[in-house]
Each structure stands twice: as C-alpha cells, then as structure tokens.
C-alpha cells in the first residue's frame, strides 16, 4: 500500500499539470489517444522480453512518438484535422496492441497492461514513475510560458520567436512519458483519468494556468489517496477506486465550484431575473 500511493502520488502530481494544458489546447482527448498509441510498443517489448517493465516502456514511448509525429503530419498534408487524425491511430493501435499481448501472453498478462497493477508496484516500476514525474515538472517549469502562450495563440508565438512548436513538441514528449510510466500504475486505459479528470475538476475553483496545475496535482493525490483507502476496505479494485475517486472530485467541482459550477450559475441567474424584475417597464 505505501508503494502504491508513492507511486500514484508521484503520477498524480506529474499527469495533472499535463491535463491542464491539454484541456486549455482543447485537445483533451489526444491523452486518450496516446495512451492506446504506447499500448502496441508495449506488447513488442512484453513479446521480445517478457514482463520487463524498461523493454515495455522503450517501446511504448517509441510507438507514442511516432503515432503522434504522423498524426501531425497528416493534419498537416491532408484537410483532416489533428483531433481526428489522433482518434484514427489511436483506433489501430489499440486494435494491433491488444492482438500483439494475446499472442504471446495470457488473458492476465492483457489485464496487467490494460489497467495496471498499483498494488504490485515493485523498485523499478517506483524508480521509472518519480523520476518521469520529477522530469516532467522541471521541464514543465522551464517551458511554462512558451507552452502558455503556445496553447492560447499559436501564431503570435511562431511568429514572435520563429520557433513555438517547439514546446508543443516537448510537451508531447513529456505527454508520452508520463503515460508510458503511468501504464504499469493504473493501466493504458486508467492513466488518462488521473490525467483529465483533475483538471477539468480544477477549471471550476481557480482561474489562473499556475494555480490550476498545482490544483490538479493535489486533486490527484487526494483521488489516490481515497481509492486506495475504498480499495483496502471495500475489497474492490484500486485502480478503478481511484479513477472514480476522481470522478467524484470532478463531479462536486461540477456542482459546487465558484469558477461557473452548476450552483454558481444557478444563483447568477436567479440574481439576474430580480434584477430584471426591479427594472421598471
């Protein structure tokens, strides 16, 4: 238990901040594609060496990289957009990385990639998880405001430094690690909740980029923290204990949040209609 929260700690804190960009990009489905596109590098490095956690995470950020390099170069050699360049890739590379794993392993080996293992987390898979984490921040750090003013205008950055996608660049680099290393935590399919759904919990209680980054990190590491604690005492699965714990953070936010949550809107628009009821005819 105490490896599973290092572990899901140090995810949370690094995968939150991602989703926060990734939500101001309006791209918030593209963690959802890139984490099916590392699942066939996966299954090459589970087939070539077995269960070994850095043969699956070198081809699972391998496969990540390339799925997303060509998903940019067709939306920008054809009409099609990234966002559905995106889910076309990562449809087949889910398809091809489920049929890879059930060649060669069992249908609990295709179990242990699909959704994890936090409760069997062992040194290596810690080790690859905090140091991802810490990478992630500190290069999060360095590029924050190109990154910032990359996500709200695009063409202003390219055309003020010659170079801004650059960061968006380094920034799918850091996307893929993150979901490489967080795959053996809470799965391929798993990693992208403790991702997006603090986040978007994190839009509804403050306004600024750098507070809903250190909001989202914390909502996460809450979220770890209870479905652990349900997992243990409930005696149900704890990677979708925690995923759910999330779903129950974002869902208050979404009521209760003073940043345009429902109970909030509710109350401008009664405010509204006695305002307009005062107004003399």
Known sequence: M????????????????????????RVSLMADAMAHAILPGVAVG???A???????????????LLVAGLAGL???????????????????SLGLGVLL???????????????GSVLGLDDNALLLVTVTASVTLIVLAL?????????????????ERGHG?????????????????????????????????????????VRSVGAQMIFSGCVGAASAYVGLLVSYYVNVPASAAIILSA????????CAGPQGGLLQAARQARARRRHMASIPN
Do not use: K
């Open 74 to 92: 067709v939306s920008r050699l054809t009409p099609q957009r990234e966002d559905a360049s995106f889910a076309a890739f990562h449809l087949v």
């Open 2 to 25: 105490r490896r599973a929260l290092a572990g899901s700690f140090s995810l949370a804190f690094a995968a939150g901040p991602l989703g926060v960009f990734l939500i101001l990009r």
């Open 101 to 115: 794993v059930s060649l060669r392993g069992s249908n609990m080996d295709l179990i242990h990639v699909l959704f």
């Open 165 to 205: 996608s650059i960061s968006y660049l380094v920034f799918l680099f850091l996307l893929v690690l993150t979901l490489v290393s967080g795959f053996q935590v809470l799965g391929t399919l798993m990693v992208v909740g403790i991702m997006m759904l603090p986040a978007a919990a994190a839009r509804f209680w």
């Open 247 to 254: 779903g129950l953070f974002y869902f208050v936010s979404l």
């Open 50 to 64: 077995g269960l070994s956690l850095w043969a699956m995470a070198l081809g699972g950020v391998v496969t990540g």
């Open 46 to 48: 589970f087939m070539v």
């Open 143 to 159: 590029i924050f405001r190109a990154l910032v003013a990359e996500c709200l205008d695009p063409g202003f950055l390219r055309a």
